[in-house]
């Protein structure tokens, strides 16, 4: 597609249920990354794709949290037994890969925006 | 460690003023990329510049200008003749390796700026 595109846009669910975020990432665009935005903070690393592999899940808060990249493409980040404080907006981004320098520029979608209730 | 410092977390200015946005980073790489971002009301962020760690000339882009400097580790952004659409979050970004095979990108907490009309 012509951007990174994420789904659902907005999503309220109570505390305990699970949650499932999408995002469909620039087409042939390898590296991948998901990043949280809480209200009134900066942007949070939560984890890295090269491909279908995550050499870097540094930035996962617990193992509540966890991601997956299929065929090199969609990922899809799941919050397990959510909480209030993970309320907050999920961001996807992409970018070409990791050594050339028109890869590293890193392009957002528009974020999930979880609600915990 | 990367570490990107926005020490503005508010600007207001009335509208044509110029304004200048500051960004200190600190990373032990000696190839590394810098990056700028604005994040409006809606939420997306969007990307407004790259700049590698060898290329230190200033850009113009119409009333966007960026101040590279490596003997201070800064890279300011001023806003000329700043309109009301120029109102957002901005936040500056720093990309280098962080380990694991990973090439993160590190943001500063934003600064927001209101243009007053």
């Known amino acids: 597609g012509a951007g990174v595109s994420q789904s659902p846009s907005n999503k309220v669910t109570e505390k305990g249920k699970d949650v499932e975020l999408r995002c469909d990432p620039i087409?042939?665009?390898?590296?991948l990354y998901w990043y949280r935005q809480s209200l009134g903070q900066g942007l949070e690393f939560l984890i890295y794709?090269?491909?279908?592999?995550?050499?870097?899940k540094s930035g996962l808060p617990s193992d509540r949290f966890s991601a997956e990249r299929t065929g090199g493409s969609v990922s899809t980040l799941t919050i397990q037994r959510t909480q209030q404080e993970d309320s907050a907006v999920y961001l996807c981004?992409?970018?070409?890969?990791?050594?050339?320098?028109?890869?590293?520029?890193?392009?957002f979608g528009e974020g999930s925006w979880l609600t915990v209730v | 460690a990367q570490k990107v410092t926005q020490a503005q977390t508010e600007i207001s200015v009335v509208e044509k003023e110029d304004v200048t946005l500051d960004c200190v980073y600190e990373?032990?790489?000696?190839?590394?990329?810098l990056f700028w971002y604005k994040q409006p009301p809606s939420g997306e962020l969007v990307f407004l510049i790259r700049?590698?760690?060898?290329?230190?000339q200033n850009e113009i882009s119409g009333r966007y200008s960026w101040n590279f400097q490596k003997s201070t580790s800064s890279f300011n952004f001023t806003i000329t003749a700043s309109q009301v659409v120029d109102s957002a979050v901005y936040f500056c970004?720093?990309?280098?390796?962080?380990?694991?095979?990973?090439?993160?990108?590190?943001f500063g907490k934003g600064t927001k700026l209101s243009v007053i009309p």
């Open positions: 990373t032990r790489d000696t190839t590394y990329y």
């Open positions: 794709f090269q491909g279908n592999s995550a050499p870097d």
């Open positions: 981004a992409s970018s070409l890969g990791q050594g050339t320098p028109s890869g590293n520029t890193i392009y």
């Open positions: 970004a720093l990309r280098a390796y962080s380990g694991a095979g990973s090439y993160q990108l590190t």
């Open positions: 087409s042939g665009h390898t590296a």
């Open positions: 700049r590698n760690s060898f290329d230190e």
